[in-house]
């Protein structure tokens, strides 16, 4: 008997702040395993991020439009509040996408699986290893680099470098 083919969906969730070449690394990749992949964007009214909801959104928008195309994969992007697993089962994800760098990603990813598998046992977690040319870029060392005056654009793509330096620019 064969399955009819049930729409794969996949949900990866982060800050975003900015999006760096790494988000973007394991984004391409992703949606090549995925029918829909959607970004959703954790939103903490505790924290004060460099971008907003809004220009985090239309960064990732930007980012994600020439893979959505290459792949032919849906591509969605949203914010969301609260649980990461609360929010894949709101977009009926059935797979969360996880990035992982390094060995200390490994560990708090797997710890975060586990979790995830308790409260929504039909959602699998899926670990997309970090190309080894990104494994090394996180988005508060980029911040840091653009705020303290370096050169983030190794660590960005053109579109975000310009945002990124005139946000550093910026008295916060």
């Known amino acids: 008997m064969v399955k009819a083919h049930m729409a ?10 900015p ?4 988000h973007t690394d394991v984004i391409r990749r992703a949606a090549g395993l995925l029918d829909r992949l959607v970004i959703g964007i954790g939103v903490n009214p505790g924290k004060a991020p460099m971008f907003d909801d809004n220009e985090r959104v239309a960064m990732l928008e930007d980012e994600v439009r020439p893979i959505a ?7 969605a992007v949203v914010t969301f509040s609260g649980l990461a697993v609360d929010a894949a089962q709101m977009h009926k994800a059935s797979i969360i996408i996880r990035g992982l760098r390094d060995g200390t990603d490994f560990d708090y990813e797997m710890q975060m699986a586990g979790m995830n598998g308790e409260m929504a046992p039909e959602i699998q977690t899926v670990y997309v290893a970090a190309s ?3 494994r090394h870029i996180a988005a508060n060392l980029v911040r840091a680099v653009a705020t303290m005056g370096g050169d983030p654009s190794p660590f960005v793509s053109k579109g975000v470098l310009k945002r990124l330096k005139a946000k550093a620019a910026k008295p916060r």
């Open 69 to 75: 195309e290459a792949t032919k994969t849906e591509i």
């Open 8 to 17: 794969r969906i996949g949900f990866y969730s982060g800050s975003f702040d």
């Open 132 to 134: 080894p040319a990104v």
């Open 19 to 22: 999006v760096t070449l790494g």
